[in-house]
């Protein structure tokens, strides 16, 4: 039986009003049971926030609770670590980039592309023939290795051709990068620019150990290339001729000693192209009336004198007519000019030492005089032998 509320009706006396008061404990029951159940989902959220920051803090090996005596691994920086950017993306992507430009994009480090070389910043401006790199970080994919044309072009990916001729390495690299950004092709590119410089040559010939063509990598003296061929032979001369680049005319003619003791010109410094050319030592003819007469080189020492030669010639004989040496050398003009010295005098020091040159020739004539007087003393002392032995 539902239970009824009855009322008193204040419009009829004596009457009264019957209310159902079920209804009303069914809508309370509900509500009391709807607000459990968002107690229940407050607590349960509330215990989930308070648990989540204990499971995040338990591995954790830095806190000062509980700390690790493992060693701390220290992952490396990014090869561009003053760009937190993004790698570089083209800003208008081209229709028939390489398939393999996306893979390559994605690489978050900056890894120059092309092989590994010997490259260098080079020396002097690039010249056709030289093998030019182009590194791009961030974007290998326009990055690339190869020679400089003979009209002094690289081509560029995306870019076209690129006039390198004259520049130098650190000249080049900010060229790239302005034409990549002019072109709307990237944005911020860094750009490294190495070359290896094959005309930059110097010709080594000659009278040296070895000899051939050598780079010329920065600036190097006479004395470093003729090192680096391995030093001047035994039959060196004194004489180095330098021939400008292109032409073996008009040589610049240096002077050399092979002893390293007067080397004026050791720091003269050589230019790219230019061809060294050591000469052979030179060769001082002796004859006539000497005990040793030959050809003798001048190799050790370019001041080598008169007295130096005829002592290499064991001297003069006695019938010799020393006063009257003649002396043959060949002038700038390319003529012979018969010189008188007066060796006795030069070997006794009352006249002043001649430096000899290659080719001269020394020439010592006979003295009939003494000849005839030595001839005719032998002739005496066998007479005066021959008497005595037949007087007894």
Wanted: aromatic residues 6%.
């Amino acid at each position: 039986m539902q239970p009824v509320l009855r009322i008193p009706s204040p419009a009829t006396a004596g009457t009264t009003t019957a209310i159902d008061v079920n209804p009303v404990r069914r809508c309370s029951k509900l509500v009391r049971r709807e607000m459990l159940r968002v107690v229940a989902a407050i607590g349960i959220l509330q215990l989930t926030l308070c648990v989540a920051p204990a499971q995040g803090q338990a591995p954790d090996s830095g806190g000062l609770s509980s700390q690790s005596s493992e060693p701390v691994q220290i992952t490396p920086a990014p090869s561009n670590p003053a760009s937190n950017a993004s790698p570089l993306e083209p800003i208008f992507p081209q229709a028939n980039a390489p398939a393999g430009a996306a893979a390559a994009r994605s690489s978050r480090y900056a890894t120059p592309a092309g092989p590994s070389s010997g490259a260098g910043l080079g020396y002097g401006p690039i010249r056709p023939g030289d093998i030019v790199e182009v590194q791009v970080f961030d974007a290998p994919e326009y990055s690339l290795r190869m020679p400089v044309s003979p009209g002094g072009e690289i081509a560029i990916p995306y870019a076209g051709l690129f006039h390198i001729e004259g520049m130098t390495s650190i000249e080049a690299a900010p060229a790239i990068a302005r034409l990549f950004v002019q072109q709307q092709i990237l944005r911020d590119p860094r750009v490294i620019v190495t070359t290896e410089q094959f005309g930059y040559n110097v010709t080594v010939m000659g009278e040296v150990r070895s000899p051939g063509i050598y780079a010329l990598a920065g600036k190097k003296r006479l004395i470093d290339m003729l090192t680096q061929a391995g030093g001047v032979s035994d039959r060196a001369g004194h004489v180095i001729e330098i021939f400008p680049a292109g032409s073996m005319k008009n040589p610049h003619t240096v002077l050399w000693d092979p002893t390293l003791r007067e080397n004026d010109n050791a720091e003269l410094e050589i230019k790219t192209g230019e061809t060294i050319l050591v000469s052979r030592c030179g060769v001082v003819y002796v004859g006539g009336n000497v005990t040793r007469p030959g050809a003798f080189p001048l190799c050790d020492s370019n001041h080598t004198t008169l007295s130096e030669v005829m002592a290499l010639a064991q001297g003069a004989k006695a019938s010799s007519w020393s006063q009257r040496t003649l002396l043959l050398r060949t002038s700038e003009s390319g003529t012979r000019v018969v010189q008188k010295v007066k060796l006795e005098d030069v070997l006794r020091g009352r006249a002043v030492d001649i430096t000899m040159q290659p080719d001269d020739i020394l020439f010592i004539p006979p003295s009939v005089l003494k000849a005839a007087s030595k001839t005719a003393l032998t002739a005496a002392v066998g007479f005066a032998t021959q008497a005595y032995f037949y007087s007894r």
